[in-house]
């Protein structure tokens, strides 16, 4: 099946725009002139549109993003009332769904971040509810919640978790991390392989009609490999994937061996799922105090935030799976964290024998400028999340308090590791901001959500924000040879747009085509 794609402008990293696309069997075979010169089956005529690579997500939680779309859905809404009301008509719409877990809500709509279960009860009081905020480290509980989890006075906070409190010390309905949420939800019905090929198939299809191809899962835990395996098998995963299986610094050398058979049942399919890669967290974050500094917190002289792992294990655990083969992607936000995650890479690269090993750095939100060099000498992936990139309400409020001006503007200093050459690449985060490229494409660019320009050196151009969410990924997953441009024995991944992209930030989606098949 030859087809050719006529009119349209087409950009491409690295290429001057171009006209014409020669397909075979899904595959670019000519490109320019001769691709319109050729005779082909179907002519498919793009008009006055243009046309850019299909975008590739290098940072994501797919399956936590489907998860939490099987319940209500409270984005964006701006007041308690708004988000009663959402949760009361899934409720009436979902009667035998036994425990109504969504997301994710707004913490700042309320001052200080702290939800009462009773503002839940009032529309629900007989099924558990649980609500996650958009930064997933808290959940917002109803009192059945707490009930069925036995949580009163007495139950102390759980080491990393906290849990609020009113005046008498009974819960209030906020808990905070995953120790503490765990108490809750270890008491919810188990997700299953199949609701999680379900929560896959969600995502999937979020994802093409958002014109991604393929992408990251940056956090696998015991299960959700599993699921991939299936929706690769029966053919519900529809776009390509990479995904990484979760290092636990208490059991990681235990689960070596399961994670490697794991592994190996994706053999088979390893031309669509790239499962050789493992995921470490160093940190927390900065707007829950969390993420590890060089120098300690303004408000708490004494603490610098928490390092999740030793300086020794990361080191122990980083080159044992280097050494096995696995891609290591780390999420590191504080200056400390990040720097320990560079001398884990270096520490790695000097031991173990050299190797296409392309490591990655996840988020890199605050880089001691001593640390910047190092990504480009030490060949490591910087992967930003280009949505977070403007001074929002959680920068401005929650961060500058805590980390003081000079920290808070060496936040995201993009312009500056590029220049000094260290590969970029970009992820959403999904379902923590948006899964959609072009809502974050001129973010970095403009360094602005409409306020005042943040950091305004540190802005790049759109063609490099266009790159790093195409180019920047295929490379970060191994497909640079594939995906990620349109060059011929490229696979014809590509999204058509309305207007030019680069000179409009507002350009909307008309179609997506995945290996020359319309998927939108
Ligand atoms: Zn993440």
Redesign the pocket.
């Known amino acids: 099946m030859r087809q050719i794609f006529k009119g349209g402008q087409a950009w491409s990293p690295g290429k001057a725009p171009f006209s014409g696309i020669l397909v075979e069997d899904g595959q670019i075979i000519a490109l320019g002139q001769s691709a319109l010169n050729s005779s082909a089956d179907e002519t498919i005529d793009l008009g006055q549109s243009f046309l850019i690579p299909a975008f590739g997500d290098g940072?994501?939680?797919p399956i936590f993003a489907g998860r939490e779309a099987a319940g209500p859905k409270v984005n964006g809404l701006q007041s308690i009332k708004e988000i009663q009301v959402a949760v009361s008509e899934f409720a009436n719409e979902n009667k035998d769904i036994p425990w109504i877990i969504g997301g994710a809500y707004e913490a700042a709509i309320i001052e200080g971040g702290d939800f009462d279960a009773h503002w839940l009860d009032e529309v629900v009081s007989q099924r558990p509810v649980v609500l996650h905020a958009v930064d997933?480290h808290t959940i917002w509980v109803n009192s059945k919640a707490l009930e069925l989890s036995g949580i009163t006075a007495a139950t102390k906070d759980p080491a990393g978790g906290s849990i609020s409190r009113r005046q008498d010390g009974s819960p209030k309905g906020t808990l905070r991390e995953p120790e503490a949420f765990a108490l809750v939800l270890n008491n919810s019905p188990k997700n299953t392989i199949e609701s999680d090929v379900k929560a896959i198939k969600y995502a999937c299809q979020q994802y093409l009609k958002s014109g991604v191809t393929f992408a990251n899962d940056?956090?696998l835990e015991a299960g959700m490999a599993e699921a991939y395996l299936a929706a690769v098998k029966s053919g519900d995963l529809k776009i390509d994937m990479n995904i990484s299986h979760l290092a636990n610094p208490d059991s990681w050398r235990g689960d070596i061996a399961k994670i490697e058979s794991l592994v190996k049942e994706f053999e088979p399919y390893k031309s669509q799922v790239n499962a050789r890669s493992v995921k470490f967290l160093a940190d927390g974050a900065l707007s829950s105090g969390t993420a590890a500094l060089l120098e300690p917190y303004l408000d708490q002289p004494e603490f610098s935030g928490l390092k999740i792992w030793s300086d020794v294990e990361l080191m122990a655990a980083v080159k044992e799976f280097d050494s096995r083969g696995f891609q290591i992607h780390i999420?590191a936000i504080g200056d400390g964290a990040i720097r320990q995650a560079l001398d884990a890479f270096e520490a790695m690269q000097r031991v173990n024998p050299k190797w296409d090993r392309r490591p990655v750095l996840?988020?890199a939100q605050l880089i001691h400028p001593q640390d910047l060099p190092r990504f480009s000498e030490l060949g490591v992936i910087a992967n930003f999340?280009p949505l977070w990139m403007y001074l929002d309400p959680m920068n401005k409020e929650l961060i500058l308090p805590r980390i003081g001006e000079v920290r808070n503007n060496q936040q995201y200093q993009l312009r500056t590791l590029v220049d000094s050459g260290a590969r970029i690449a970009f992820?959403s985060?999904w379902p923590?901001t948006s899964e959609v490229p072009l809502e974050g494409l001129n973010v970095p660019v403009t360094r602005s959500k409409g306020g005042p320009a943040w950091s305004p050196n540190e802005a790049i151009s759109i063609e490099e924000s266009l790159q790093f969410y195409t180019a920047g990924v295929a490379y970060q997953n191994f497909r640079e040879n594939d995906l990620g441009k349109l060059e011929v024995g490229f696979r014809a991944d590509f999204v058509v747009l309305n207007k030019d992209p680069l000179k409009n930030s507002d350009a909307e989606i008309l179609s997506v085509y995945k290996a020359g098949k319309k998927v939108r």
Request: charge should be negative; avoid cysteine; glycine fraction near 8%.
């Open positions: 940072h994501a939680h997933h940056s956090w999420h996840v988020h999340q992820g985060d923590v």
